[in-house]
């Protein structure tokens, strides 16, 4: 096709005990959206990688405005016009918006990048996050980074810019603002934009085309006027996926498992105060940097100088560090997994061990290898992750999977106490409702769950009761009927009276 900006013939490519690609083609025209949807483990991860010049190949070819790839590289990828914004954005937290904007440009780039940077500013704008090109990345929320990733790409002029789920963490009227101006650029700059996301309503908003990947190959392609979010699903996970119900809502005269009175950090002088009962789930929504995952951090002494009284079936604890809170019964799952939940360069079943009872695994760093495995090898079955090999690295599973051996982590080790922070973030729809009925379980054994999640549609699916925090403070509290997106959104906005 003559309006073609990337044409993928029959890549293939293996890692060892792995076929991740096999034989996959497709083609991106030139201000098309093209959604790559599929399971976790399905390939998505590795073609980004091979598109992005990060792995090479094993066989097949890649054209980029009519000229095929011979060499693969990050460099020969930016080269090609190819940009990949990670669904952790690439940034140095230290240096300023603008600093970053111009990360990587040559001193006479930059004398000529005044134009890209103020529109790229203008773009974030108007997603919806006004920045100050001054202020330092590490102030900045990872949906305003992901914000900052996306209006780069397109301000620079890549021919071609993959999005890797670039909503993570924002609002409804966040992603909507995004999807639109995604589109706007795409379109109006003759951009071919790879979209990857698990949220079907953002790729039905948003996509020109879907192409499922499944197990490595193409299971599926379509213009999306002509398909369904429930024939993408199928396509995905072979199967109908039913909307989640919790099979074990708590009992109305559970006693109260958990409490955490006058929550405070340094930084803030917001104080909050939470009491979740045995075998319930307590969902606490609230817009990008309202305070949920601080005060989730602040509970489980995450960082130094947080204070508060906290108890467990009514005794009183002293925690002044993570090590206390894990002895006590607290575990901790956090929405950034790859710099706080993992440690990414060694294998699965070490991450596992790093949190385990040391009656299952052995006793620091002597524990039994074989035991951890083993260990390891249960969860990971009973969690379905993919490959179930526990000897690869971490950091050669996919972004869903790494969830999986978070979550892991925490599940020989007598917790009581469950703080969950984005829960199932780059998760795939089959692994959500495996996560869901994981949290479920949890409750039904007579835990306390805590779940942080700006996904609302979770938050109602899993909540017995859900809170509200605008700036730094619970504003209101939402039981049964009235968990509604329209409730919580209203009241983490402002736009209506809170009730407690």
Same mark, same amino acid.
């Given at each position: 096709?003559?309006?073609?900006?990337?044409?993928?013939?029959?890549?293939?490519?293996?890692?060892?005990?792995?076929?991740?690609?096999?034989?996959?083609?497709?083609?991106?025209?030139?201000?098309?959206?093209?959604?790559?949807?599929?399971?976790?483990?399905?390939?998505?991860?590795?073609?980004?990688?091979?598109?992005? =010049?990060?792995?090479?190949?094993?066989? =097949?070819?890649?054209?980029?405005?009519?000229?095929?790839?011979?060499?693969?590289?990050?460099?020969?990828?930016?080269?090609?016009?190819?940009?990949?914004?990670?669904?952790?954005?690439?940034?140095?937290?230290?240096?300023?918006?603008?600093?970053?904007?111009?990360?990587?440009?040559?001193?006479?780039?930059?004398?000529?990048?005044?134009?890209?940077?103020?529109?790229?500013?203008?773009?974030?704008?108007?997603?919806?996050?006004?920045?100050?090109?001054?202020?330092?990345?590490?102030?900045?929320?990872?949906?305003?980074?992901?914000?900052?990733?996306?209006?780069?790409?397109?301000?620079?002029?890549?021919?071609?810019?993959?999005?890797?789920?670039?909503?993570?963490?924002?609002?409804?009227?966040?992603?909507?603002?995004?999807?639109?101006?995604?589109?706007?650029?795409?379109?109006?700059?003759?951009?071919?934009?790879?979209?990857?996301?698990?949220?079907?309503?953002?790729?039905?908003?948003?996509?020109?085309?879907?192409?499922?990947?499944?197990?490595?190959?193409?299971?599926?392609?379509?213009?999306?006027?002509?398909?369904?979010?429930?024939?993408?699903?199928?396509?995905?996970? =072979?199967?109908?996926?039913?909307?989640?119900?919790?099979?074990?809502?708590?009992?109305?005269?559970?006693?109260?498992?958990?409490?955490?009175?006058?929550?405070?950090?340094?930084?803030?002088?917001?104080?909050?105060?939470?009491?979740?009962?045995?075998?319930?789930?307590?969902?606490?929504?609230?817009?990008?940097?309202?305070?949920?995952?601080?005060?989730?951090?602040?509970?489980?002494?995450?960082?130094?100088?947080?204070?508060?009284?906290?108890?467990?079936?009514?005794?009183?604890?002293?925690?002044?560090?993570?090590?206390?809170?894990?002895?006590?019964?607290?575990?901790?799952?956090?929405?950034?997994?790859?710099?706080?939940?993992?440690?990414?360069?060694?294998?699965?079943?070490?991450?596992?061990?790093?949190?385990?009872?040391?009656?299952?695994?052995?006793?620091?760093?002597?524990?039994?290898?074989?035991?951890?495995?083993?260990?390891?090898?249960?969860?990971?079955?009973?969690?379905?992750?993919?490959?179930?090999?526990?000897?690869?690295?971490?950091?050669?599973?996919?972004?869903?999977?790494?969830?999986?051996?978070?979550?892991?982590?925490?599940?020989?080790?007598?917790?009581?106490?469950?703080?969950?922070?984005?829960?199932?973030?780059?998760?795939?729809?089959?692994?959500?409702?495996?996560?869901?009925?994981?949290?479920?379980?949890?409750?039904?054994?007579?835990?306390?769950?805590?779940?942080?999640?700006?996904?609302?549609?979770?938050?109602?699916?899993?909540?017995?009761?859900?809170?509200?925090?605008?700036?730094?403070?619970?504003?209101?509290?939402?039981?049964?009927?009235?968990?509604?997106?329209?409730?919580?959104?209203?009241?983490?906005?402002?736009?209506?009276?809170?009730?407690?």
């Amino acid at each position: 096709m003559t309006d073609s900006i990337l044409e993928v013939r029959n890549i293939g490519k293996t890692f060892p005990g792995v076929r991740a690609l096999d034989d996959v083609s497709f083609t991106l025209r030139k201000g098309e959206v093209l959604t790559l949807a599929g399971e976790n483990g399905a390939g998505k991860s590795t073609l980004l990688g091979i598109l992005g =010049g990060a792995l090479a190949p094993d066989r =097949g070819s890649i054209t980029v405005d009519g000229v095929r790839r011979g060499e693969y590289s990050p460099r020969r990828a930016l080269a090609d016009g190819v940009v990949i914004a990670h669904q952790e954005p690439a940034v140095v937290p230290q240096l300023t918006v603008e600093q970053n904007l111009l990360l990587g440009k040559s001193a006479a780039e930059r004398r000529t990048s005044r134009d890209a940077v103020a529109q790229a500013l203008a773009d974030v704008a108007s997603m919806g996050f006004p920045l100050n090109p001054r202020s330092p990345l590490r102030r900045l929320s990872p949906a305003q980074r992901h914000a900052l990733t996306i209006a780069k790409a397109f301000a620079f002029g890549a021919k071609i810019v993959a999005l890797d789920e670039p909503t993570t963490s924002m609002l409804e009227h966040n992603v909507d603002a995004v999807l639109s101006r995604v589109r706007e650029l795409a379109h109006d700059k003759g951009t071919g934009v790879i979209f990857v996301s698990h949220k079907m309503p953002e790729v039905m908003k948003v996509s020109d085309t879907v192409v499922v990947l499944r197990d490595g190959r193409i299971g599926y392609r379509s213009p999306i006027s002509e398909t369904s979010v429930d024939e993408i699903v199928r396509s995905m996970v =072979g199967r109908e996926l039913l909307d989640f119900r919790r099979a074990h809502p708590v009992a109305r005269d559970a006693e109260v498992l958990f409490t955490a009175d006058e929550v405070g950090r340094p930084d803030s002088d917001a104080r909050n105060s939470i009491a979740v009962h045995r075998g319930e789930v307590v969902g606490i929504a609230g817009l990008v940097g309202s305070g949920r995952t601080e005060f989730l951090r602040a509970i489980f002494r995450a960082d130094p100088g947080c204070t508060g009284r906290i108890s467990i079936a009514g005794r009183a604890l002293r925690l002044r560090s993570p090590n206390d809170s894990r002895r006590a019964g607290i575990a901790f799952i956090p929405e950034d997994r790859k710099k706080q939940g993992l440690v990414l360069q060694v294998p699965a079943y070490a991450n596992v061990a790093l949190t385990a009872a040391d009656a299952i695994v052995g006793r620091g760093p002597f524990f039994g290898p074989r035991r951890a495995v083993r260990v390891a090898d249960e969860l990971g079955t009973s969690l379905d992750l993919r490959p179930k090999n526990v000897r690869l690295l971490a950091r050669q599973f996919s972004g869903g999977n790494q969830q999986k051996i978070v979550i892991a982590k925490w599940l020989r080790r007598d917790s009581r106490v469950f703080l969950f922070d984005e829960p199932t973030k780059g998760v795939d729809v089959g692994g959500k409702a495996e996560i869901y009925g994981l949290i479920d379980k949890l409750a039904a054994e007579g835990n306390a769950i805590i779940v942080v999640s700006s996904d609302l549609p979770e938050i109602i699916a899993l909540a017995d009761r859900a809170l509200v925090m605008r700036g730094g403070r619970f504003v209101s509290e939402h039981v049964g009927g009235d968990i509604t997106e329209q409730s919580l959104v209203a009241s983490a906005m402002g736009i209506t009276e809170e009730t407690s």
